[in-house]
C-alpha cells in the first residue's frame, strides 16, 4: 500500500466547493477569482448543487456555534439546576463562540459586498453625504444658489457653500451639473483628487470605485486639476478620464448623446466589450452577473438598454447573443454559450 502523502489531491466537486468557500471569504478575493469563479459554475451544473451544499454546511456550522447547549428533553429542569450552578464556567469555549460568531458575520458581510450587493457599496459615504440615491434611482435636485444637478443610481453628494466658494463633493457614482452663474463664488466639484471648477457650464462627473473619475462637458468649459498638477481646460463636447495618482490625459471628442443617455434612463453601447455592458447593468441593479469566460467578455456589442428595468435589457442581451443565463439564487448570474 503506498503512503498517503502520494495520494492523489481530493478533486471531486465537493472539496472544490469548499475550497471555493474560502476561496471567496479571503479578503484578498479580486475580480479575476470571481471571473473564475462563474467560469468553474458554468462549466459543470453538479458545481452548482455542491457549492449549495457547502454554503448549508458552513451555514450550520456558524449555527452550531452560536446556540447555547440545550438540556436533554429526558432530564427534568430540577436535576439540571444544581449541576450548573456547581460547574465553574468556561471563559475560553465562550471566547471561542464569540470569535466563531465575529467571524460568521464577517464572511457574510464579505459575502454580501463581494458577490450579493453592486460594486459600488458605500455604507459609509451615503450615511455621511447630504443627498444620495440607491439602487436604480435616478434624483434631480435643485440647490440653494439655483444651480440644479441629477443624481444616478447608487451615488452620494455633500454641499460645502460658503461666502467665497460653491463646493459639491462626490463621494462616489455620477452626477450632472448645471451650474447658475455666480461671479463671487466659483463652482467646483471634488471627486477624490480631481477638482473640475466649473466655467459657466454644464457638465458630468463619475467616480468609479477602480479609482478613476470621468468629466465629461456639455456646455462651455471646465478647469480640471488633479492633485499638484496644472490645470487642464476641458471644452463642450469633449470627456476626460483621470486615474488617482497618474498624470493628466488629454480630452478627447466624446458622443454626448449617447453618454448622456443615463438621464433619459437608457444605455447606449456602440461597439463595446460585453463586460463593459455587463458593468454598467451591474450600476441598476442588485445582485453580481458573471461571465463564463474572458472570450465571452471580450465580445463587441452594440445596443440601445432601458435601465428602469435592467433585469429585462439583461434578457434581452442573452436572447440577442444567444447565450444561456443560470440563476444561482435570488442573486447571481451567469451568462455563457
Do not use: C
Not at 154 to 176: C, E, K, P, T, Y
Amino acid at each position: 500500500m503506498s503512503d498517503s502523502s502520494d495520494a492523489l489531491p481530493d478533486t471531486s466537486p465537493k472539496q472544490q466547493a469548499l475550497n471555493w468557500l474560502v476561496r471567496l471569504r479571503d479578503d484578498q478575493l479580486t475580480d479575476a477569482d470571481l471571473e473564475d469563479f462563474a467560469i468553474w459554475l458554468a462549466s459543470d451544473p453538479a458545481h452548482a448543487d455542491a457549492y449549495n451544499l457547502a454554503e448549508a454546511l458552513f451555514h450550520d456550522m456558524v449555527l452550531a456555534g452560536r446556540e447555547q447547549p440545550r438540556p436533554s428533553s429526558a432530564a427534568p429542569i430540577s436535576s439540571i439546576r444544581p449541576l450548573m450552578r456547581s460547574v465553574a464556567p468556561k471563559p475560553r469555549k465562550h471566547r471561542w463562540r464569540r470569535l466563531l460568531g465575529a467571524a460568521a458575520i464577517a464572511a457574510a458581510w464579505l459575502l454580501a459586498t463581494q458577490l450579493i450587493l453592486p460594486r459600488q457599496a458605500h455604507w459609509l459615504d451615503a450615511l455621511l453625504s447630504d443627498y444620495r440615491t440607491q439602487t436604480g434611482e435616478l434624483r434631480d435636485i435643485r440647490l440653494s444658489d439655483g444651480s440644479r444637478l441629477m443624481l444616478n443610481t447608487d451615488s452620494a453628494i455633500s454641499v460645502q457653500f460658503d461666502a467665497g466658494l460653491r463646493r459639491i463633493v462626490l463621494h462616489h457614482g455620477q452626477a450632472s451639473f448645471s451650474v447658475a452663474p455666480d461671479s463671487t463664488r466659483p463652482f467646483e466639484v471634488a471627486a477624490a483628487d480631481v477638482t473640475v471648477r466649473a466655467l459657466g457650464t454644464i457638465f458630468d462627473v463619475y467616480k468609479t470605485d477602480a479609482g478613476l473619475t470621468r468629466i465629461e462637458v456639455k456646455e462651455h468649459a471646465v478647469a480640471v486639476s488633479a492633485g499638484r498638477e496644472t490645470k487642464l481646460e476641458v471644452a463642450a463636447g469633449q470627456a476626460v478620464e483621470l486615474r488617482e495618482g497618474r498624470p493628466l490625459a488629454a480630452p478627447a471628442p466624446e458622443r454626448l448623446d449617447q453618454s448622456g443617455a443615463w438621464q433619459q434612463r437608457r444605455l447606449i453601447i456602440n461597439d463595446k466589450p460585453l463586460a463593459e455592458l455587463v458593468a454598467e447593468l451591474e450600476r441598476y441593479r442588485y445582485g453580481r452577473i458573471f461571465l463564463s469566460d474572458t472570450e465571452l467578455a471580450r465580445q463587441r456589442v452594440s445596443g440601445v438598454f432601458a435601465l428602469d428595468d435592467p433585469d429585462s435589457a439583461l434578457k434581452t442581451l442573452t436572447l440577442a447573443l444567444n447565450l444561456k443565463s443560470s440563476r444561482l439564487g435570488p442573486f447571481w448570474t451567469v451568462l455563457h454559450r
